[in-house]
């Protein structure tokens, strides 16, 4: 008889404790339940709501051989009776799942009550980072991009919220243009005095057009400077193609001593260029190097002068 007692009160005892997880997790769910009514309740009495986030605009205000410095525009509304504050700013750049560049910014300002904010986040992508780290990535060409930013607030009910952005687009590796210069053609011919025109092929190798719009730079011949040479007209420089342009210079035969005889007597003559050029192009304004070192050219004149006035190529490069 007490055998048969003993499961009656086993059963007992685990049903207690059954029915006691049950009360206790019902009590616990109760007061979630409460506890989030009562937020509710506070947020539609003072208005509390979650911010919003969105990138309106993506600048790139200067770009060169080195680096591009980005500037990416961010919108954020605060629709809280309160300022809240910009904790963390997260950023990445990828490119085909390729890290280029990351960053943290602290501490990154406050967005006022029922206000809204552009925040503008600075990037620079260093180029010789990139090309060591990834040798598919070549100069001239031209490849996608995704920023991806992690906006981090402090909201009254809500605490710390996370607002992920992206966007995507393209951006370019610049690659210097090559330049040579094909001949000097005279126009007016003296000892004191030469009135000529220098004409140069400047050949694109970049996966984008160019808008050519100035010229600086110095020009040397038989390791005489002639003087700086300036764009007199713009010209347009197709990806990946070649453009000629005509410069006109004034400069003194006397000036070039032993090395004259040889320019009259239609030899090769020696000349190095050094300077820069201006360029439009779809992603900015860009200022890039142009060099020449060690080239060789041939002086023309006109027949009036007692030269061939011919369209030949007379580069002897």
Known sequence: MASSGKPEIVERDVKAKVDDKEDKGGFIEKVKDFIHDIGE???EA????????????????????????????????????????????????????????????????????HGEETVKIPISLIYDDI??????????????????VDLIVDVPVFGRLTLPLEKTGEIPIPYKPDIDLEKIHFERF??????????????NKNDFDMGLNALDYEIWLSEVSIGAVELQKSTKIDK?????????????????????????RGKGTGYSMKGHINVDTPFGAMKLPISKEGGTTRLKKNKEDGGEDDDDDDNED
Do not use: Q
């Open 41 to 43: 309740k506070i947020e």
């Open 46 to 113: 003072i208005g509390f709501g979650k911010p919003t986030a969105d990138v309106t605009e993506i600048h790139i205000p200067s770009i060169n051989l080195e680096k591009a410095d980005i500037v990416v525009d961010v919108l954020i509304k605060n629709p809280n009776p309160v300022p809240i504050p910009l904790v963390d700013i997260n950023y990445l750049i990828e490119s085909d799942g390729r890290k280029l560049v990351s960053g943290l910014i602290p501490d990154a300002g406050t967005i006022h009550a």
């Open 131 to 148: 090309k060591s780290t990834y040798d598919e990535i070549k100069p001239g060409s031209i490849i996608p991009y995704r920023i991806k």
């Open 190 to 203: 003296s000892w004191d005095e030469t009135v000529a025109v220098l004409h140069l092929k400047l050949e």
């Open 240 to 264: 990946n193609g070649i453009s000629c342009i005509e410069i006109p210079i004034s400069f003194r035969p006397k000036d070039f001593g032993s090395a004259l005889w040889d320019m009259i």
